[in-house]
């Protein structure tokens, strides 16, 4: 079999209303604010407190862990800082370097993030396309947010669709349901879609062959032990369907008595 080959970058823009300086500063300073905590969200989901850029040539793109005390992930180290013009970075978890532009437009800013891979580069995660469209919702309700990041409950539904895009946008336009995200426009086929009532997540996820309709509901569940819990399902007679495993979450996957199934992840410190 003939594997693909890597593509070598991948570019995302979007304008806000304000000026590029501001633009800057915000960007960098509240990314902690705007960066949306989704359970796939992070590289550790299950320990981070906090997304963070040190400021100036030498800084640091960091996930700040709650345990150990003062332990983090360094995601890139800053290469060029101009404010309210660029800054770039050099990514310590891949093969990529990002330049972040900020170019005046009428009536504000547009921000341009492109990753590129390094000559002889192997392992690209192009994340940025898939995160820079958080940030003009922030900025657009900055102003009457509480500065404090949005944390999901520990309650959520999974809801498993044919067509989960074309079901994200009828609940949309149909029950009013939104997103912290964002809604899949038509020809838009995300992997992950997750819809928000308050602070409570629906996640629509494509329904596969040996799923039938009376079975497309689960239920998911944030716990403070992982491990406690799983060994206290294990032992009082669950029936396992996979242990734990991680994807930028911890989690396992269970069924109740009568079949029903659950999905039981880590919560974050704080969640």
Same mark, same amino acid.
């Given at each position: ?52 850029? =040190?400021?100036? *040539?030498? +800084?640091?793109?960091?996930? $700040? !862990? %709650?345990? #150990? ?45 492109? =990753?590129?891979? *390094?000559? +002889?580069?192997?392992?690209? $995660? !192009? %994340?940025? #396309? ?59 086929? #995300? ?81």
């Amino acid at each position: 079999m003939t594997q693909e080959p890597l593509p070598r970058s991948a570019t995302a823009s979007v304008e806000v209303d304000v000026d590029p300086a501001t633009a800057f500063r915000i960007f960098t300073e509240e990314i902690d604010l705007w960066w949306v905590r989704g359970p796939i969200n992070f590289w550790d989901s299950a320990r981070v407190v906090e997304v963070r850029i =040190e400021p100036g *040539v030498g +800084g640091r793109y960091l996930e $700040v !862990y %709650a345990t #150990p005390p003062g332990d983090a992930l360094e995601r890139g180290r800053i290469t060029v800082w101009e404010p309210g013009a660029v800054f770039a970075y050099r990514s310590s978890v891949d093969d990529t370097e990002t330049r972040i532009t900020f170019d005046p437009v009428d009536g504000g800013t547009r921000v341009t993030v492109v =990753e590129s891979l *390094v000559e +002889g580069g192997t392992k690209a $995660v !192009y %994340a940025w #396309p898939n995160v820079l469209h958080w940030f003009p919702a922030w900025v657009s309700r900055r102003d009457s947010a509480p500065r404090t990041p949005r944390e999901l409950d520990r309650l959520a539904i999974a809801l498993h669709y044919g067509d989960p895009a074309a079901a994200a946008r009828w609940l949309h336009t149909v029950f009013g349901l939104d997103s912290w995200d964002k809604i899949p426009a038509e020809g838009q086929n #995300p992997s992950w879609i997750e819809l928000h009532v308050g602070s409570a997540a629906i996640l629509l996820f494509k329904r596969t062959e040996n799923r039938s309709v009376g079975l497309d509901h689960e239920t998911w569940v944030y716990v403070d032990d992982l491990d406690a819990h799983f060994a206290r399902s294990t032992s009082s007679g669950a029936k396992i369907l996979s242990e734990i495993h991680q994807h930028g979450y911890r989690r396992y996957e269970a069924e109740d008595h009568e079949g029903h199934r659950w999905v039981f992840a880590q919560a974050r410190p704080g969640q």
